[in-house]
């Protein structure tokens, strides 16, 4: 059973593909150890639908930071690849998020922990699958597989 920290990386700005290449290089420098990575996935945009399509990633990252320490060095990565903040679910160069940290479960003003959206996601769902699909959600108590299966997500999502 696989209790790593999951990262999901999310770009549909620019050369999308180097993007997530740019972003898993900061973060093996800057905020731990890789330790696997998922095929890229191609997705209809979520949330607001009416923009490109994204290309998203999941890592599995061995980190000798806590939470809130490894979320800021995301968000400063974030920032130093350009990303700005300016709609939610809108168009954006990087995105990283902090799916999961173990088995932890934290529910703070900055983070949540696992991260809330999982289980609605395919996009999220089907690369984290790929490299952890046995993983128990600490909250649910179901695989990641399982997970994946009671997605009622219905926008496409195909491995490049």
Avoid at 89 to 115: K, T
């Amino acid at each position: 059973m696989n209790y790593g920290i999951f990262l999901l990386l999310g770009t549909n700005q620019g050369d999308r593909a180097a993007n997530l290449a740019n972003a898993t290089a900061k973060i093996g420098k800057d905020a731990g150890t890789i330790q696997t990575r998922s095929s890229l996935y191609k997705s209809a945009a979520w949330g607001v639908e009416d923009q490109p399509d994204f290309y998203n990633q999941v890592l599995e990252l061995a980190s000798p930071h806590p939470p809130g320490v490894l979320l800021e060095k995301l968000l400063e990565i974030e920032r130093d690849m350009g990303r700005v903040r300016k709609e939610k679910w809108g168009p954006r160069l990087i995105d990283i998020d902090l799916l999961f940290y173990g088995r932890e479960v934290l529910n703070s003003p900055a983070l949540h922990l696992p991260h809330p959206g999982i289980p609605q996601r395919k996009f999220t769902l089907l690369p984290l699958a790929e490299i952890a699909g046995d993983l128990v959600h600490p909250v649910l108590h179901k695989t990641i597989d399982t997970l994946l299966a009671e997605c009622e997500d219905t926008l496409w999502v195909e491995r490049i």
